[in-house]
T-cell receptor, first 116, second 112 residues
Framework: DTAVSQTPKYLVTQMGNDKSIKCEQN?????MYWYKQDSKKFLKIMFS???????INETVPNRFSPKSPDKAHLNLHINSLELGDSAVYFC???????????????FGPGTRLTVL | SQKIEQNSEALNIQEGKTATLTCNYT??????LQWYRQDPGRGPVFLLL?????KEKRKERLKVTFDTTLKQSLFHITASQPADSATYLC???????????FGRGTSLIVHP
């Protein structure tokens, strides 16, 4: 069974379009995340979300928005796509957010987004 | 500013040798440090965690050291195999934030 799954695996779209990436985890975790991995391989946190709190990396444009229909899902919606949005996007989850906890991250397989 | 540095150049070693990867950091007071493995086209996979009060951790052929004075972690793979070829990422977490911050990773290539 896949622990963290994402769809689609590849997404090619035109500038200006709106797209969504879906993520589901079956680990029973309380916290989910979205990361962006750019061409230089840096893995940067975009959002962290549990049922009580959304933490947004202040560098993320407001064209990006996470949407969570329930604890097992955290989708990423992107408005007005730009060329610079091309990257690999990873969903991840971890156990309940606790201050000082050690938060092993479980990652999905990634979605390669290409904006033309 | 906070920095996590991992060698950007690939590490090439022969099968059977010990691979040693380095993670240096500045302007951090990490509560813990994690190491992940990432294969091409896949998400990172957690390998090991070491806490700030621990000097060394082992798991099978893997060993991690953590020197908070030098602000450095070393990741060792003993008796390396071609299947160990991948990119290895370190990630630091502070007590005030539960979200680890990742380095860019170092590519390891083990030659048969």
């Amino acid at each position: 069974d896949t622990a963290v799954s994402q769809t689609p695996k590849y997404l090619v779209t035109q500038m200006g379009n709106d797209k969504s990436i879906k993520c589901e985890q079956n680990l029973g975790h309380d916290t989910m995340y979205w990361y962006k991995q750019d061409s230089k391989k840096f893995l940067k946190i975009m959002f962290s979300y549990n049922n009580k709190e959304l933490i947004i990396n202040e560098t993320v444009p407001n064209r990006f928005s996470p949407k969570s229909p329930d604890k097992a899902h955290l989708n990423l919606h992107i408005n007005s796509l730009e060329l610079g949005d091309s990257a690999v996007y990873f969903c991840a989850s971890s156990q309940a957010r606790l201050a000082g906890a050690y938060n092993e991250q479980f990652f999905g397989p990634g979605t390669r987004l290409t904006v033309l | 500013s906070q920095k996590i540095e991992q060698n950007s150049e690939a590490l090439n070693i022969q099968e059977g040798k010990t691979a040693t990867l380095t993670c240096n950091y500045t302007n951090y007071s990490p509560a813990y440090l994690q190491w992940y493995r990432q294969d091409p086209g896949r998400g990172p996979v957690f390998l090991l965690l070491i806490r700030e009060n621990e000097k060394e951790k082992r798991k099978e052929r893997l060993k991690v050291t953590f020197d908070t004075t030098l602000k450095q972690s070393l990741f060792h793979i003993t008796a390396s195999q071609p299947a160990d070829s991948a990119t290895y990422l370190c990630a630091l977490g502070s007590g005030g934030s539960y979200i680890p911050t990742f380095g860019r990773g170092t590519s390891l290539i083990v030659h048969p």
